[in-house]
């Protein structure tokens, strides 16, 4: 009996020692309000990614550590900034006065999908921008949008090629065209990816910053097929994305016709 359980003792440590380390995390709120967010530390590396100026060609891209959100910004979180949601009075002049504010949207501002615990849907490229300017101010930290390298390096989390995943491994993490209802959902619904991010691929295609300097999204969403939703894959806007907004010029804020494209921030906070 002794000798069983000194096996059982044994195979558990090394089961816990073949076990990845746990993320490391913080949490971030923003100023008089109750609204939080989680930030995921990913560690220091390379990526190999196509050259935009010769695709033929392949550059190696060395990566400082940095932290990025667990989940896709949601309303929640986006809200605050857009519409002074859920922000304290004394707070809303300062928010106010921190950064240029989107005006209205066209149409329901989640089109009808949800709201609270919902990704953030349909903003420009700018205002993606402006809504990590405004965190900035509000925080006292260095928010951004994610560069295309670190977006795909987080992505692939040590273990995803850029190619399209098994069917199966992909029903885990990602809501696609087969499995999303034609709708974007609850963030952190799925499995997370091995570094602890949820919805990196699917659910909404992130903005990111190219490597050509460029707005690009990245990671497929609810509305593509299975095997365009993967770390590799990519969309650059195109006039689809705002057909049926009828300002002349169009919104700068919003795009009418994209409920596929949301965003995930990157902080540059010291390394824990």
């Known amino acids: 009996m002794s000798r069983t359980l000194c096996l059982c003792g044994v195979a558990l440590a090394l089961w816990a020692h073949a076990l990845p380390p746990a993320p490391k995390t913080f949490k971030e709120r923003i100023p008089s309000t109750t609204v939080e967010f989680e930030m995921v530390y990913i560690p220091p590396g390379r990526i190999e990614l196509s050259d935009p100026e010769d695709p033929s060609k392949t550059q190696v891209i060395e990566l400082k550590g940095f932290w990025i959100g667990k989940t896709e910004v949601t309303w929640d979180e986006y809200g605050t900034y857009a519409f002074n949601?859920?922000?304290?009075?004394?707070?809303?002049?300062?928010a106010a006065d921190?950064?240029?504010k989107p005006s209205k949207p066209y149409g329901a501002i989640d089109r009808g999908f949800g709201y609270e615990g919902n990704p953030a849907i349909g903003m420009t490229f700018m205002a993606a921008q402006r809504y990590c300017e405004w965190l900035s101010r509000m925080t006292g930290k260095?928010?951004?949008?994610p560069t295309e390298a670190e977006w795909e390096y987080a992505a692939r989390a040590g273990a995803l090629e850029r190619k399209p995943?098994?069917?199966e491994t992909l029903d885990k993490l990602a809501w696609h065209l087969d499995n999303s209802d034609l709708k974007p959902h609850k963030v952190a619904q799925k499995q997370p990816n091995a570094w602890g991010l949820y919805d990196v691929?699917?659910?909404?295609?992130?903005?990111?910053?190219?490597?050509?300097g460029k707005a690009i999204a990245c990671g497929g969403s609810f509305m593509d097929k299975?095997?365009?939703?993967?770390p590799g894959a990519r969309a650059r806007q195109t006039p689809d994305?705002?057909?049926?907004?009828?300002?002349?010029?169009?919104?700068?804020w919003w795009l009418s016709d994209a409920p596929f494209v949301g965003l995930r921030v990157v902080c540059d906070a010291p390394a824990p």
């Open 85 to 94: 949601k859920d922000i304290a009075d004394a707070e809303k002049q300062r």
């Open 226 to 230: 299975p095997d365009a939703v993967h």
């Open 165 to 167: 995943l098994p069917k």
């Open 98 to 100: 921190a950064i240029a």
């Open 142 to 145: 260095p928010y951004r949008l």
């Open 201 to 212: 691929l699917g659910n909404v295609m992130e903005w990111c910053v190219g490597l050509d």
């Open 241 to 252: 994305w705002n057909m049926t907004d009828p300002q002349y010029p169009k919104s700068r």
